[in-house]
């Protein structure tokens, strides 16, 4: 089933970009469009894992790095039986973490700085066990590729703007686009991007807190995590890239204006409503 999730995403997310570039360059935008595509499908499948830790400027650790996430992420890695993903921290204080990778051989999971020092053992186990679970879940490539596709349709639709603002198609000689459609690019694509990206996200978040909570036995635990992230002080902001917040295990965007409407992730509350229920042995709906 997820293998034709990823072949729909690959397939709809390249009808966006080959849509977008058809606007901003007519017939010949379209073909470069879909020559980038393809680029894209193959570095999102091999290496956009790499991509998003390097934006990040992640940090891979080993035990003698950091001894108690390392021995954290081994434990529920062997109680998973899987193997053990690399582990990385991120340097920035906004509490957050997040998974990624291609499959069970090849998966990291990244926290930050900011999230280790507000959280206990109990906690960091509940947060561990919900990105484990992501793995297990295979989830990873399904966010993964889309974070990196829809990034590439929102660099397309900025250059979809420049060429209004500079009146690209006026000088260029280009007669096979025009700006009503070069303004439906500039809106639609990153808003269809970000709907994609919603609808694969919200309902796996509530399995992945689930699950990674019955690995652990740290409903509560996850719960207690989810609680102080939500509450942080300093929050990881990513209002200016919000393709990749369907990534984290708490939406790590502001909630200001317009983006709150597209929230990659369900209502905290209500996450740490469901956890608390199946704590005490209540079932979820």
């Not at 595509?37 to 998003?52: E, G, P, R, T």
């Not at 021995?71 to 998973?80: K, L």
């Not at 990624?100 to 930050?112: D, F, K, L, S, Y």
């Not at 970000?194 to 996850?222: F, V």
Request: one cysteine or more; charged letters at 20%; a positive charge.
């Amino acid at each position: 089933m997820n293998g034709l999730k990823v072949t729909f995403l690959i397939l709809l997310m390249t009808m966006l970009f080959v849509g977008v570039g058809y606007a901003l360059g007519g017939r010949n935008g379209m073909v470069i469009a879909f020559c980038l595509a393809a680029v894209m499908n193959f570095v999102s499948y091999w290496y956009s894992d790499k991509i998003i830790l390097k934006l990040y400027r992640a940090r891979e650790i080993s035990e003698v790095d950091h001894r108690r996430l390392y021995a954290t992420v081994s434990m529920i890695s062997q109680e998973a039986m899987m193997p053990m993903p690399k582990v990385y921290i991120l340097p920035t204080k906004g509490p957050n973490a997040f998974a990624t990778g291609r499959n069970e051989n090849h998966a990291a999971v990244a926290v930050t700085e900011g999230l280790l020092e507000i959280l206990n053992d109990a906690e960091l186990r509940g947060v561990i066990g919900h990105e484990i679970a992501h793995i297990k879940n295979k989830d990873l490539l399904i966010g993964t590729i889309a974070a990196t596709l829809a990034a590439a349709i929102g660099i397309l639709a900025s250059m979809a703007r420049w060429a209004m603002i500079f009146g690209g198609q006026s000088r260029g000689g280009n007669r096979d686009s025009n700006p009503i459609a070069l303004i439906i690019a500039m809106i639609v694509a990153p808003l269809a991007a970000m709907l994609i990206q919603m609808a694969i996200s919200r309902s796996r978040e509530y399995k992945a807190d689930a699950k990674g909570a019955q690995m652990t036995n740290q409903y509560l635990g996850l719960a207690s995590a989810l609680e102080k992230i939500h509450k942080a002080p300093i929050k990881m902001n990513l209002d200016s890239r919000p393709e990749m917040a369907h990534l984290f295990i708490a939406n790590p965007l502001s909630g200001r204006k317009f983006t709150s409407l597209f929230s990659t992730h369900p209502p905290v509350e209500k996450r740490i409503e469901k956890l608390q229920k199946l704590a005490s042995g209540g079932f979820d709906n």
